[in-house]
């Protein structure tokens, strides 16, 4: 694949422990995030069948954790011309670092709806994001 901002992205398996009176869904520890200065956290909904594309983040890092649901993240390298394409959920709980300067869209692939946790590097600000719609990069969602 050769150098490429997709190897970058780091897919993290996460521990569930199991409880009789509901699991408890680990989602970092502070050496987990590598001491990158913790901004914001928030949580995203995408319904079954949706698709949220696409976005570039300039200065953010993303954490991305689907707690409740399955999401399909496809990630594109505009300079390889390369797709990368990861489901995290229920049976895939983990976590993505992705880095800034990557494109991204993610789909929701479970009944009725997921949830996505973003823990970030950088607060929301307009001014850090570029975005185009989803027809504009070539993807069969």
């Known amino acids: 694949m050769g150098k490429s901002i997709l190897n970058k992205i780091k897919v993290t398996p996460l521990k569930i422990v ?19 200065i913790f901004s914001e956290a928030y949580f995203s909904k995408i319904k079954f069948g949706k ?11 993303l954490n991305l954790v689907v ?5 399909q993240f496809v ?6 011309g390369i ?7 229920k049976n895939n709980y983990s976590r993505l670092t992705v880095p800034p300067k990557t494109w991204f869209g993610f789909k929701g ?15 929301h600000n307009p001014k850090e994001i570029l975005r185009c719609k989803t ?5 069969k969602w």
Do not use: R
């Not at 990630?75 to 390889?80: G, L």
């Not at 692939?109 to 607060?123: A, F, Q």
């Open 109 to 123: 692939i479970s009944k009725p709806e997921s949830i996505i946790l973003n823990i970030t590097n950088v607060g």
């Open 83 to 89: 797709f990368k394409v990861i489901k995290i959920g």
């Open 67 to 71: 707690p409740y649901g399955k999401v």
């Open 75 to 80: 990630f594109y390298s505009k300079k390889k």
């Open 135 to 139: 027809d504009d990069i070539n993807f």
């Open 18 to 36: 199991k409880v009789a009176k509901g699991n408890i869904m680990h989602i970092a520890e502070k050496k987990d995030l590598k001491n990158k």
């Open 51 to 61: 698709i949220k594309a696409w976005k570039y983040h300039l200065k953010m890092t």
